[in-house]
């Protein structure tokens, strides 16, 4: 039981982009088409003359599914508090997607019921739902289940060779604290800056309008809050390589970095004198493996 437990606590990849989203409504809806064509569920029964216009209906729930999906996707960027990547998990996937079931039962019965006259009695709500998740619930945990393996597979390999290099061609400790040429940040506020060595600087992170500046000070982490956008920052660090902007909310100094792991959302950066680890962008994991040295 512990196990089940563990598994459905794993991290698992959110991705809100506008683009993945539209292609992921739309391959949905064409399933639900050609499912519904081809296998023809719950004792369909069509006539030969009768082929096109239950293709046209196949067609319309297709598109049911279609729009219900844009529509949660909507609704998902529209509340970036909740439906974010960090803290998303897979019971949160299974749940979210059952939820968006639901939904298509939903519309599809209230597509039915407009087109076609099909009454809004509990039973009938009942079967919309049955089916439309005995549709879809199989095709929900067998892709909850196997891209969260194969992504943990792929950049748990990953990081490994990323380790061998960083311990190939880099010091276990890193560059040492207090070293290397001054690095001055200036915030928005009059006189507000940060001046500090370059090797002593462990990563940045926004904070709404603010950035916090995290660096070593003997044997702590000590931290500084200045006004101004992680931007901003990256522009100021520009000349400075060992700077990378690895997460929207992440700027991080790479020479401080000891050791990646990776699970199925990708890379995390554990850095020198830090406990926690830094997330890594999966649109930026070819740049990481370039620039980790």
């Known amino acids: ?56 209906v196949c067609f319309y729930f ?55 006259g099909q009454p809004l009695t509990g039973q ?33 390999a990953a990081a490994e060779s990323l380790n061998v290099k960083i311990e190939s061609h880099q010091p276990p400790a890193g560059p040492p604290a207090g070293t290397g040429p001054a690095i001055t940040l200036s915030g928005d506020n009059q006189n507000e800056t940060l001046t500090l060595p370059a090797g002593q600087i462990l990563y940045l992170e926004a904070a709404d309008n603010y950035v916090r500046v995290f660096y070593q000070q003997e044997n702590s982490t000590g931290s500084t809050l200045l006004r101004s956008t992680l931007k901003n920052m990256e522009a100021q660090l520009s000349g ?26 990708g890379y995390k950066l554990h850095l020198e004198g830090c406990e926690i680890t830094i997330p890594v962008s999966r649109s930026l994991n070819e740049e990481v493996n370039r620039r980790i040295k």
């Open 1 to 56: 039981m512990q196990a089940i437990i563990n598994w459905f606590n794993k991290p698992y990849p959110f991705d809100g982009s506008w683009s993945r989203n539209f292609a992921q409504a739309a391959w949905a809806g064409l399933f639900v088409m050609l499912f519904l064509l081809v296998f023809k569920p719950f004792g369909t029964q069509i006539p030969a003359e009768y082929f096109w216009f239950y293709a046209r």
């Open 62 to 116: 297709g598109l049911v599914t279609f729009g219900v999906l844009l529509l949660s996707a909507l609704v998902m960027r529209a509340l970036p508090g909740f439906f974010r990547e960090e803290g998303w998990c897979i019971w949160k996937e299974i749940l979210s997607s059952l939820a968006i079931i639901s939904l298509i039962g939903y519309g599809n019965l209230i597509f039915a019921h407009f087109f076609y």
């Open 124 to 156: 009938v709500v009942w079967f919309w739902q049955k089916a439309t998740f005995l549709i879809g619930l199989f095709p929900v945990l067998f892709m909850a289940y196997t891209k969260q393996h194969l992504l943990q597979k792929k950049f748990s």
């Open 240 to 265: 400075h390589p060992q700077f990378f902007r690895c997460h929207r909310t992440f700027l991080v100094n790479l020479d401080r970095v000891v050791h990646v792991s990776g699970n199925a959302q």
